[in-house]
């Protein structure tokens, strides 16, 4: 069967989307991209091949979905070297939330915390 999905970028709002982007490029290595004359202004994050897209709140704060639901992350992104990146974060200042591990779902991950207090799992499934 034909592919049709070929990859999915994170969109996450923000109430202060220079700051959040600021965060990103200083702590995480992302380069940032401004779009904040288009119609529905917006900050496009790189990082090799995964971008985030930064959208702004009407003010309101970010609610996690652990928060919100009781559990569970905002984002996860696939890495196969998650112990140089969870060094590098922590190198940044990155809060990290929960430190390199093996899941008990058979992933291999670590999760760090953002500006805003999104949940973020960097990780992939162990065979």
């Keep these: 069967m034909k592919e049709l999905?070929?990859?999915?970028?994170?969109?996450?709002?923000?109430p202060n989307i220079i700051k959040t982007a600021n965060?990103?490029?200083?702590k995480m290595g992302f380069k940032a991209v401004h779009y904040l004359d288009a119609s529905e202004p917006h900050i496009c994050l790189y990082r090799d091949t995964t971008e985030i897209i930064l959208t702004?709140?009407?003010g309101q704060k970010v609610i996690p979905n652990r928060?919100?639901?009781g559990y569970?992350?905002?984002?996860?992104?696939?890495?196969?070297?998650q112990g140089m990146l969870e060094k590098e974060f922590k190198q940044s200042g990155v809060k990290i939330v929960r430190?390199?591990?093996n899941t008990d779902y058979q992933n291999r991950e670590f999760v760090a915390e953002?500006?805003?207090g999104r949940w973020i799992g960097f990780g992939v499934k162990v065979v």
């Design 114 to 116: 953002d500006i805003d």
């Design 72 to 81: 569970g992350y905002d984002a996860y992104f696939i890495t196969t070297n």
């Design 5 to 14: 999905l070929l990859r999915s970028h994170c969109v996450f709002p923000t």
């Design 56 to 58: 702004k709140t009407n």
């Design 99 to 101: 430190p390199l591990q």
């Design 23 to 26: 965060y990103y490029e200083q």
């Design 67 to 69: 928060t919100l639901y």
